[in-house]
């Protein structure tokens, strides 16, 4: 308890009184809560400012709307976890290589789940692990099949790091490389992230027809050669194929 901001810990025991209470109002709070009620006014002020409680025309408190938002995209990213697994293991199990998932957050993108290669020399990503939208062929895949307005302002207003020898630092090359994957329906990474890796990442849409996600098969750069490549990528695409219908998506018919 000690490490934990007893601003964040109050205002949490405030919001926490909504899990048995539809309404409540200040004093009501203040009551259940048992916090000073000039402090209680101020957090709940900020809360309210947030958009993590919302105020009626009686004065009551409720959740904000705020909360189903949140809601919304853990539950999100929870089903998409939980159709991929599967299809993600088959993946792993048919070609060996390390299998990732991952999902847009703000101006990153978030890996959700993997499944390590079965190969001795292997990638140390783990869940939870952030990287650049630019770089790594599952986060630029997830970029290219942003709206053009969003992907543009991106493009903007980000300073290209390098973070390995392989990343794109120019952003006209890099504006190439979206359009040729947003074309193919996949797109590959060498030493982007880091040196002497590789990746085929192929992107994954949602019910709505918008991208939702990518899948890749990652590893060492030497069991991502030339001839290996047609392979791992129609695998990939399949796959994320196979998850997009998962999830309601519908694929617009070839002509």
Known sequence: ??????????????????????????????HLSGIPKTSAHRMIGSLE??????????G???????FLEFGQLVAERLDMRKIAYPIMKDLRDEIGEAVNLTMKENKEVVYVEKLDTMHPVRLFTKI????????????????A?????EQEDYLNETELLPYAI???TDKETLRSVLRKSRQDGYTISHSELEN??????????DHTGQVAGGISVAGPDVRFQKEQLPTLIKKVK???????????YSSPLRT
């Not at 099949?145 to 307005?149: I, M, V």
């Not at 002497?196 to 849409?205: D, G, K, M, N, W």
């Not at 399949?238 to 309601?248: C, E, N, P, V």
Request: with cysteine; glycine share 6%; hydrophobic share 40%.
């Open 145 to 149: 099949y942003l709206p053009e307005k």
């Open 49 to 58: 400012e947030m958009g993590f409680l919302s105020k009626d025309a009686e």
């Open 196 to 205: 002497h890796t590789s990746s085929v990442a192929a992107p994954i849409f």
């Open 1 to 30: 308890m000690q490490n934990k901001n007893k601003t964040v810990v109050k205002s949490m025991e405030l919001l926490d009184l909504f899990r048995t209470n539809q309404k409540l109002s200040l004093n009501e709070m203040v």
């Open 128 to 143: 939870g692990r952030r990287s650049p939208l630019y770089t790594g062929a599952c986060s630029r895949i997830i970029l």
């Open 60 to 66: 009551k408190y409720t959740l904000g709307m705020l």
């Open 238 to 248: 399949t796959a994320a194929a196979d998850i997009s219908q998962k999830l309601g």
């Open 166 to 168: 392989g990343t794109i």
